[in-house]
């Protein structure tokens, strides 16, 4: 009879794993961080040294070697990668598989701070969804906050709006819509004589875009005021994902914005080698992701994933090719459905 349970039914875990993956880090040193105050012992620490490891093969070797067991207190979803010496700025990864609408997600943080959160998370006292937002005091160098740029190369305004509000939403908002639905039915059922606040559904923010460079935005000036209030409210947003700034270009060659994207980006203190193009082709194609080094490249990913791809790869889960892979991945989950 096999020991195995579901991650419902075993539901508290009160050990991990810590990967490092970079030399000039101790055992001794991450224990120290990681183990508890309160803890009597450091036996729910458990450091592996894995040097030169990507955070995706580790994802592979966690999840072939942790089980979910019933004699087995190691949390099988989550783990913390200690892949810089920055333990404080630039901090560590607390990785959660399958947290985030089904996707692999990850965190960056001082290190003590994601074994909070993870210990938080192994007895279900917080969620993913509690401890993912990004807060208005986090670390440029753990957290991308505007740090890409999305280029507007698509002749429509209203429809480049739509899609950079779904690529700064990311995954956050996948299936509200029909969890929304499923409430509102709920709500019809169990309330006999409902008013019109208890029928109305729950709106999802909206978030306008700030167009910085080249053009100004278009609008009508009485609208102004209401504008910038609003995306100074997009911005403060902890739920949104707020990684991309809109730049409008004054050219709509692609080699053209490659060979000056360093010194836009410098001047607005943004990634000097990945963007984003928001151009004719997105409704049929997807967002063109694009890289300026160490060679040029680029791959087009359609979905709500793609607004996770950059900031995956500037947190390190994962590298540009394993993005281009993903994006591929999805693609083909989406031709089959």
């Given at each position: 009879m096999?020991?195995?349970?579901?991650?419902?039914e075993?539901?508290?875990?009160?050990?991990?794993?810590?990967?490092?993956t970079v030399?000039g880090?101790?055992?001794?040193?991450v224990?120290?961080?990681?183990?508890?105050?309160d803890?009597?012992?450091?036996?729910?620490?458990?450091?592996?040294?894995?040097?030169?490891?990507?955070?995706?093969?580790?994802?592979?070797h966690?999840?072939?070697?942790?089980?979910?067991r019933?004699?087995?207190?190691?949390?099988?979803r989550m783990?913390?990668?200690i892949?810089?010496?920055?333990l404080q700025?630039?901090?560590?990864?607390?990785?959660?598989?399958?947290q985030?609408?089904?996707?692999?997600?990850?965190?960056?943080?001082?290190?003590?701070?994601m074994?909070?959160?993870?210990?938080?998370?192994s007895?279900?006292?917080?969620?993913?969804?509690?401890?993912?937002?990004?807060?208005?005091?986090?670390?440029?160098k753990?957290?991308?906050?505007?740090?890409?740029?999305?280029?507007?190369?698509?002749?429509?305004?209203?429809?480049?709006?739509?899609?950079f509000?779904?690529?700064?939403e990311?995954?956050y908002?996948v299936h509200?819509?029909e969890?929304?639905?499923?409430?509102m039915?709920?709500?019809m059922?169990?309330?006999?004589?409902?008013?019109?606040?208890?029928?109305?559904?729950?709106?999802?923010?909206?978030?306008?875009?700030?167009?910085?460079?080249?053009?100004e935005?278009?609008g009508?000036?009485d609208?102004?005021?209401?504008?910038?209030?609003?995306?100074?409210?997009?911005?403060?947003?902890?739920?949104?994902?707020?990684f991309?700034?809109?730049?409008?270009?004054?050219?709509s060659?692609?080699?053209?914005i490659?060979?000056g994207?360093?010194?836009q980006?410098q001047q607005?203190?943004?990634?000097?080698?990945?963007?984003?193009v928001?151009?004719?082709?997105?409704e049929?194609?997807?967002?063109?992701?694009?890289?300026?080094?160490?060679?040029?490249?680029s791959?087009?990913?359609?979905?709500?994933?793609?607004?996770?791809?950059l900031?995956?790869?500037w947190?390190?889960?994962m590298?540009?090719?394993?993005?281009?892979a993903?994006?591929a991945?999805?693609?083909?989950t989406q031709?089959?459905?």
């Amino acid at each position: 009879m096999t020991d195995e349970v579901t991650f419902k039914e075993h539901n508290s875990f009160f050990a991990f794993r810590a990967y490092v993956t970079v030399p000039g880090v101790t055992r001794e040193t991450v224990l120290r961080h990681l183990v508890h105050p309160d803890a009597d012992d450091d036996e729910g620490v458990l450091v592996e040294v894995c040097i030169g490891e990507t955070v995706q093969s580790l994802i592979q070797h966690h999840d072939e070697n942790t089980p979910i067991r019933r004699d087995s207190d190691v949390h099988p979803r989550m783990f913390i990668v200690i892949d810089s010496t920055d333990l404080q700025e630039r901090g560590v990864l607390l990785v959660g598989l399958q947290q985030y609408h089904g996707h692999n997600d990850a965190v960056r943080g001082p290190i003590e701070e994601m074994r909070d959160s993870l210990l938080s998370m192994s007895i279900a006292n917080t969620d993913w969804w509690e401890e993912k937002p990004i807060r208005a005091d986090s670390n440029p160098k753990a957290v991308p906050k505007q740090w890409f740029t999305a280029y507007n190369l698509h002749d429509d305004q209203t429809k480049f709006d739509e899609a950079f509000l779904k690529l700064n939403e990311g995954l956050y908002d996948v299936h509200v819509d029909e969890d929304e639905d499923d409430e509102m039915e709920m709500e019809m059922e169990t309330v006999e004589t409902p008013d019109d606040d208890a029928l109305s559904d729950v709106s999802i923010s909206s978030h306008l875009v700030e167009v910085t460079g080249g053009d100004e935005a278009v609008g009508d000036d009485d609208d102004q005021g209401d504008d910038e209030e609003a995306i100074e409210e997009a911005e403060d947003d902890p739920n949104m994902g707020n990684f991309y700034r809109a730049f409008k270009p004054d050219t709509s060659d692609l080699d053209q914005i490659a060979q000056g994207h360093a010194t836009q980006a410098q001047q607005h203190k943004q990634d000097p080698n990945m963007f984003v193009v928001i151009d004719q082709e997105y409704e049929a194609e997807g967002f063109l992701i694009m890289r300026v080094t160490p060679e040029r490249d680029s791959f087009r990913c359609k979905g709500a994933v793609a607004g996770e791809l950059l900031r995956w790869i500037w947190i390190n889960l994962m590298t540009w090719d394993g993005a281009k892979a993903y994006a591929a991945r999805q693609e083909n989950t989406q031709q089959q459905e």
